[in-house]
Antibody, heavy 122, light 115 residues
Framework: QVQLVQSGAEVKKPGASVKVSCKAS????????ISWVRQAPGQGLEWMGW????????NYAQKLQGRVTMTTDTSTSTAYMELRSLRSDDTAVYYC???????????????WGQGTLVTVSS | QPVLTQPPSSSASPGESARLTCTLP?????????IYWYQQKPGSPPRYLLYYYSDSDKGQGSGVPSRFSGSKDASANTGILLISGLQSEDEADYYC?????????FGGGTKLTVL
């Protein structure tokens, strides 16, 4: 069965960086991409970006350009999301989801990780 | 980025149907897009329910009951999630999503209460 398992909760100070991992299993990792989505406390879902596990191509949300980097390690079927220059409003649960490229037909974001709480506080 | 408008809340009784809407801005034609729907319960990640483009191009998520279905109302430029035979376990937040141009966009979500 498809599973995405994320790394544990993090507490960071403003200005620091955080790197969250997402280990995939149960499917051919390079046949899909991974999208990252975050959810601030009590708020809705915000798409952060997408990375192709096939060739590493990325597409970041304009709002986060310059602060976020997404990578993959195909040898371990793991995706990573690094967010830099953290601010208090980056406090959120961060999710990874299996994702096709944007215009691809069919299901998308069909499997999700359990979420990683990142708290930014001085 | 365009804004997808979802009513903040909706309610219905067990056994009834709930019709949740996702309205696109006027400069984006709902007929041109896949509409994706997700269910989220407190403390859990979103769950993929289905996508809907047309009656001949749609897909149900794995294990999602057939009482969850999608459609569109072109006259209202709206995507619709219909939940029939409501059960108490359907009480959750529901989000729509589309890919309008080089970025995924989520609606603000609707909190469905099963009375």
């Amino acid at each position: 069965q498809v599973q995405l398992v994320q790394s544990g909760a993090e507490v960071k100070k403003p200005g620091a960086s955080v790197k969250v991992s997402c280990k995939a299993s149960g499917y051919t990792f390079t046949s899909y991409g991974i999208s990252w989505v975050r959810q601030a406390p009590g708020q809705g879902l915000e798409w952060m970006g997408w990375i192709s596990a096939y060739n590493g191509n990325t597409n970041y949300a304009q709002k986060l350009q310059g602060r976020v980097t997404m990578t993959t390690d195909t040898s371990t079927s793991t995706a990573y999301m690094e967010l830099r220059s953290l601010r208090s409003d980056d406090t959120a649960v961060y999710y990874c989801a299996r994702a096709r490229r944007g215009a691809a037909p069919g299901p998308n974001f069909d499997y999700w990780g359990q979420g990683t709480l990142v708290t930014v506080s001085s | 980025q365009p804004v997808l408008t979802q009513p903040p809340s909706s309610s219905a009784s067990p056994g009834e149907s709930a019709r949740l809407t996702c309205t696109l801005p006027s400069d984006i034609n709902v007929g041109s897009y896949n509409i994706y729907w997700y269910q989220q319960k407190p403390g859990s990640p979103p769950r993929y329910l289905l996508y809907y483009y047309s009656d001949s191009d749609k897909g149900q998520g794995s294990g999602v009951p057939s009482r969850f279905s999608g459609s569109k109302d072109a006259s209202a430029n709206t995507g619709i999630l219909l939940i029939s035979g409501l059960q108490s376990e359907d009480e959750a937040d529901y989000y729509c999503m589309i890919w309008p141009s080089n970025a995924w966009v989520f609606g603000g979500g609707t909190k469905l209460t099963v009375l």
